[in-house]
């Protein structure tokens, strides 16, 4: 592990608060009171749709409590919650069902 002074930590973190200020001040700021073009606003639409996955497939594919390793229960859950999600439209549904896949199948698996 590299050892980093207390300075060193203050300025990267306030570094990067300035770079997260900056990009959201030139989206939020600058273009906040104007009209954004429709292919903008098409494109924005799908920002979620983006995001999620990118952040929840490291969890299904390279889970932390296995070691890494893939396992069924959470491919299980993944799959009930899209299933779900596609079959409902209902995102609050698609996740109470996709956690109780999970925990029904780890109880089972033990």
Do not use: Q
């Not at 859950?77 to 109780?100: D, E, M, Q, R």
């Not at 896949?101 to 109880?107: H, Q, R, Y």
């Amino acid at each position: 592990m590299i050892e980093l002074s207390n300075s060193t930590i203050w300025m990267i973190i306030l570094l990067l608060g300035v770079g997260t200020l900056g990009l959201r001040y030139s989206f939020l700021g600058l273009l906040g009171g104007r009209e954004l073009p429709e292919w903008v606003l098409r494109h924005l639409r799908y920002t979620a749709v983006g995001v999620l996955p990118a952040l929840i497939a490291p969890l299904v594919v390279w889970p932390e409590a296995t070691g890494g390793s893939l396992d069924p229960a959470r491919l299980a859950a993944a799959a009930v919650t899209l299933a779900v999600g596609i079959w409902s439209k209902n995102a609050l549904l698609s996740i109470i069902c996709g956690g109780a896949t999970l925990f029904g199948i780890l109880a089972l698996i033990g």
